[in-house]
């Protein structure tokens, strides 16, 4: 919070700038003040008219919230034999689009505690919504473990540790219940950050609303706020540690995804390199999606101020490392599969290459390795269409990702006997495509009722918030 | 508090800019006044030096919280595992410790953070859902761009007339009396 932009740190010789220092795009616009910055953000969210594309956007997006309902529905009355899994492939579609959810959400939690850490100020006018799209991507894939159980009000019992009836408790040595654990705590943390980081802004709102609604409600989750420099030194402690403890967190949260497979045996799941290449995985498809939604929503709020080229150029250089390492990641799965001597382990990447999923898993290299590599020219990252293409591209090739690892290393395990085939059904998709809905339609009521940029952080950006140098000394 | 008039809960003086408010708090703590408070719509560095807050208990707090969540979910583990409901898995044995790790720090990670948040907004006070400070109109802007520095009737040296000469000193936009 208290770092300071080095982009508005403007040297004393000009001349001597240009030749040392390399110049980048601002992280704020030049020109606004204290007030202007209050007033461009809260009025997003005070305004009384409602955007009509916000209620086309909405609207649609609950349309597909509706679709998950169905689909819910049925599927709680029926069963989960509506979905194309059966032995061998028992995890399907839910188990894809769980890691395809939770890591969307760690470049939230990275972009709002590392680069906090790491004092990268560009961080500033994306966290908050960075942080909202990783709580609603969470949300979304929660939903698909306890779905998968098929019965989950039966199934708390081995998820949680409490004293039931049966006098049954859970087993800590399985990944599955780590999941648990690592999944709750992470959206547990999440909300706690985000929420932390919205109470001054919450506290502008309830100063700056003209309705008395507006007034009580922002006013009760304000709790009071009124930012004493007490209260601001303990809040800043509290949001620095909450960033140092998300700093292991996030990292945990997706190692331990990749323990619910590199802990069974099953040929192309046992694997030392998963939770690293997890790990990056998440990052690259998280970064693909904030800027899936980043560039719409400067575009449609006006917001080119604050989120600049040099948030996108930032982004798409985190994705273009990332997808390296992912790509790493591929070649040494291959290559330890080769090196181990194991039959098993040697088929798993020629079946992938060449089996009945061969058209997944060149897709997934196509969008996760060779048309990110356009990455690597200023051109393209500075080109904004593209950028959202390449992000949209980048989010399809990391769904592909999982599918490929659960799906293919699943259906030819080690007796032919047992092999099969998996196609998902119109309930696997109608619940995947209904997670996307839900997705949309939380970050739409986000836009419309909270800020979407951090007021309070974004005036630290702004020249005006500085201290005189002749003070300092104090 | 019984001398002064109880009516009223300090004076408030308003700022137009950071270095002004910083300048301010530093006079006032240099005149000797003790129970005094600054506002700003962002955290300032500056005025925490200024005001002396620099020492704060939350990290010790945060401390403790994680260790007893750690503490707290490697004992469950075991009381599970090796007392409570005692499962041969693969012949490992019922306290195989390695296996705890994961849930162990999860449980690190997320009392820390509880108490984290909650350790802050206890030692802050909030939620509050009444103070004086906000009787005083323009307050409204302390969380858009002006600075507020309030010194309150609690505070050995106050005394409405001097103090408030004395905050007219540091040049503010106005003074007011800020009612209890």
Same mark, same amino acid.
């Given at each position: 919070?208290?770092?300071?932009?080095?982009?508005?740190?403007?040297?004393?010789?000009?001349?001597?700038?240009?030749?040392?220092?390399?110049?980048? *795009?601002?992280?704020?616009?030049?020109?606004?003040?204290?007030?202007?910055?209050? +007033?461009?953000?809260?009025?997003?969210?005070?305004?009384?008219?409602?955007?009509?594309?916000?209620?086309?956007?909405?609207?649609?997006?609950?349309? $597909?919230?509706?679709?998950?309902?169905?689909?819910?529905?049925?599927?709680?009355?029926?069963?989960?034999?509506?979905?194309?899994?059966?032995?061998?492939?028992?995890?399907?579609?839910?188990?894809?689009?769980?890691?395809?959810?939770?890591?969307?959400?760690?470049?939230?939690?990275?972009?709002?505690?590392?680069?906090?850490?790491?004092?990268?100020?560009?961080?500033?006018? $994306?966290?908050?919504?960075?942080?909202?799209?990783?709580? =609603?991507?969470?949300?979304?894939?929660?939903?698909?473990?306890?779905?998968?159980?098929?019965?989950?009000?039966?199934?708390?019992?081995?998820?949680?540790?409490?004293?039931?009836?049966?006098?049954?408790?859970?087993?800590?040595?399985?990944?599955?219940?780590?999941?648990?654990?690592?999944?709750?705590?992470?959206?547990?943390?999440?909300?706690?950050?985000? =929420?932390?980081?919205?109470?001054?802004?919450?506290?502008?709102?309830?100063?700056?609303?003209?309705?008395?609604?507006?007034?009580?409600?922002?006013?009760?989750?304000?709790?009071?706020?009124?930012?004493?420099?007490?209260?601001?030194?303990?809040?800043?402690?509290?949001?620095?540690?909450?960033?140092?403890?998300?700093?292991?967190?996030?990292?945990?949260?997706?190692?331990?995804?990749?323990?619910?497979?590199?802990?069974?045996?099953?040929?192309?799941?046992?694997?030392?390199? =998963?939770?690293?290449?997890?790990?990056?995985?998440?990052?690259? &498809?998280?970064?693909?999606?904030?800027?899936?939604?980043? $560039?719409?929503?400067?575009?449609?709020?006006?917001?080119?101020?604050?989120?600049?080229?040099?948030?996108?150029?930032?982004?798409?250089?985190?994705?273009?490392?990332?997808?390296?390492?992912?790509?790493?990641?591929?070649?040494?799965?291959?290559?330890?599969?080769?090196?181990?001597?194991?039959? =098993?382990?040697?088929?798993?990447?020629?079946?992938?290459?060449?089996?009945?999923?061969?058209? %997944?898993?060149? &897709?997934?290299?196509?969008?996760?390795?060779?048309?990110?590599?356009?990455?690597?020219?200023?051109?393209?990252?500075?080109?904004?269409?593209?950028?959202?293409?390449?992000?949209? $591209?980048?989010?399809?090739?990391?769904?592909?990702?999982?599918?490929?690892?659960?799906?293919? %290393?699943?259906?030819?395990?080690?007796?032919?006997?047992?092999?099969?085939?998996?196609?998902?059904?119109?309930?696997?998709?109608?619940?995947?495509?209904?997670?996307?809905?839900?997705?949309?339609?939380?970050?739409?009521?986000?836009?419309?009722?909270?800020?979407?940029? &951090?007021?309070?952080?974004?005036?630290?950006?702004?020249?005006?918030?500085?201290? +005189?140098?002749?003070?300092?000394?104090? | 508090?019984?001398?002064?008039?109880?009516?009223?809960?300090?004076?408030?003086?308003? @700022?137009?800019?950071?270095?002004?408010?910083?300048?301010?708090?530093?006079?006032?703590?240099?005149?000797?006044?003790?129970?005094?408070?600054?506002?700003? *719509?962002?955290?300032?560095?500056?005025?925490?030096?200024?005001?002396?807050?620099?020492?704060?208990?939350?990290?010790?707090?945060?401390?403790?919280?994680?260790?007893?969540?750690?503490?707290?979910?490697?004992?469950?583990?075991?009381?599970?595992?090796?007392?409570?409901?005692?499962?041969?898995?693969?012949?490992?044995?019922?306290?195989?410790?390695?296996?705890?790790?994961?849930?162990?720090?999860?449980?690190?990670?997320?009392?820390?953070?509880?108490?984290?948040?909650?350790?802050?907004?206890?030692?802050?006070?909030?939620?509050?859902?009444?103070?004086?400070?906000?009787?005083? *109109?323009?307050?409204?802007?302390?969380?858009?761009?002006? @600075?507020?520095?309030?010194?309150?009737?609690? +505070?050995?040296?106050?005394?409405? +007339?001097?103090?408030?000469?004395?905050?007219?000193?540091?040049?503010?936009?106005?003074?007011?009396?800020?009612?209890?």
């Amino acid at each position: 919070m208290a770092e300071r932009p080095q982009s508005l740190d403007v040297p004393a010789d000009p001349n001597v700038a240009i030749a040392t220092v390399p110049t980048y *795009p601002p992280v704020i616009a030049p020109g606004h003040t204290l007030g202007s910055v209050t +007033d461009k953000i809260s009025s997003i969210v005070l305004t009384k008219k409602t955007p009509a594309g916000w209620w086309i956007g909405f609207l649609a997006a609950f349309a $597909i919230v509706n679709v998950l309902m169905v689909a819910l529905t049925y599927l709680l009355f029926k069963g989960v034999g509506i979905w194309g899994i059966n032995i061998p492939i028992g995890w399907g579609f839910a188990i894809v689009n769980f890691v395809w959810w939770i890591g969307i959400g760690h470049a939230g939690t990275l972009i709002s505690a590392i680069l906090l850490l790491l004092k990268q100020s560009w961080r500033t006018s $994306i966290n908050r919504f960075a942080e909202a799209m990783t709580l =609603f991507a969470v949300a979304c894939a929660g939903i698909f473990p306890l779905i998968h159980t098929g019965r989950p009000w039966l199934a708390i019992y081995w998820l949680f540790p409490y004293p039931n009836t049966m006098n049954i408790w859970p087993q800590f040595r399985s990944p599955l219940i780590w999941d648990v654990f690592a999944v709750s705590t992470y959206a547990t943390v999440s909300a706690l950050f985000w =929420f932390v980081g919205l109470i001054p802004d919450l506290a502008t709102l309830r100063d700056r609303s003209q309705s008395r609604t507006g007034r009580v409600v922002y006013g009760m989750l304000a709790m009071g706020w009124r930012g004493s420099a007490a209260h601001w030194h303990r809040y800043e402690t509290a949001y620095l540690l909450l960033a140092g403890l998300a700093t292991p967190l996030v990292v945990s949260v997706h190692t331990v995804v990749s323990f619910d497979f590199a802990i069974a045996i099953v040929p192309g799941w046992h694997t030392t390199i =998963f939770p690293p290449y997890f790990v990056a995985g998440a990052i690259y &498809s998280g970064f693909a999606m904030v800027l899936t939604l980043a $560039i719409p929503i400067r575009a449609i709020y006006g917001l080119e101020d604050f989120i600049t080229m040099r948030h996108l150029q930032n982004m798409a250089k985190v994705m273009l490392v990332t997808g390296l390492i992912v790509a790493y990641g591929y070649a040494t799965e291959a290559f330890v599969a080769w090196y181990s001597a194991d039959k =098993f382990e040697i088929f798993v990447p020629f079946n992938r290459a060449t089996g009945p999923y061969a058209f %997944s898993y060149w &897709s997934l290299i196509l969008c996760n390795v060779l048309i990110p590599q356009v990455l690597w020219f200023k051109k393209v990252r500075t080109n904004v269409p593209v950028l959202f293409v390449v992000s949209l $591209i980048v989010n399809t090739g990391m769904w592909l990702e999982r599918f490929v690892i659960v799906v293919t %290393s699943l259906h030819r395990d080690f007796l032919p006997s047992a092999w099969g085939m998996y196609s998902p059904t119109i309930w696997d998709w109608a619940t995947f495509v209904g997670t996307i809905g839900l997705f949309l339609a939380l970050l739409f009521l986000f836009l419309r009722f909270l800020p979407m940029i &951090s007021i309070a952080e974004m005036k630290t950006m702004v020249p005006e918030s500085r201290v +005189d140098e002749d003070l300092r000394v104090i | 508090m019984s001398s002064k008039k109880p009516d009223i809960y300090g004076l408030m003086a308003e @700022f137009e800019d950071p270095t002004a408010l910083v300048a301010a708090a530093a006079r006032a703590r240099e005149a000797g006044f003790t129970r005094l408070d600054a506002f700003s *719509p962002y955290p300032i560095e500056e005025l925490h030096h200024a005001l002396h807050t620099e020492s704060t208990k939350l990290p010790a707090l945060v401390l403790i919280g994680g260790l007893i969540g750690c503490a707290g979910g490697f004992g469950l583990q075991y009381w599970v595992s090796a007392i409570a409901y005692p499962v041969n898995v693969g012949g490992k044995p019922y306290f195989s410790w390695p296996a705890f790790i994961p849930v162990t720090f999860e449980c690190t990670i997320l009392a820390a953070a509880l108490t984290a948040v909650l350790g802050m907004l206890a030692l802050n006070g909030l939620p509050q859902p009444y103070h004086p400070v906000f009787n005083v *109109p323009r307050f409204a802007l302390a969380s858009r761009n002006r @600075f507020f520095l309030c010194i309150e009737t609690a +505070d050995p040296k106050f005394d409405l +007339d001097e103090t408030r000469k004395f905050l007219e000193t540091l040049e503010p936009r106005e003074v007011t009396t800020v009612a209890d």
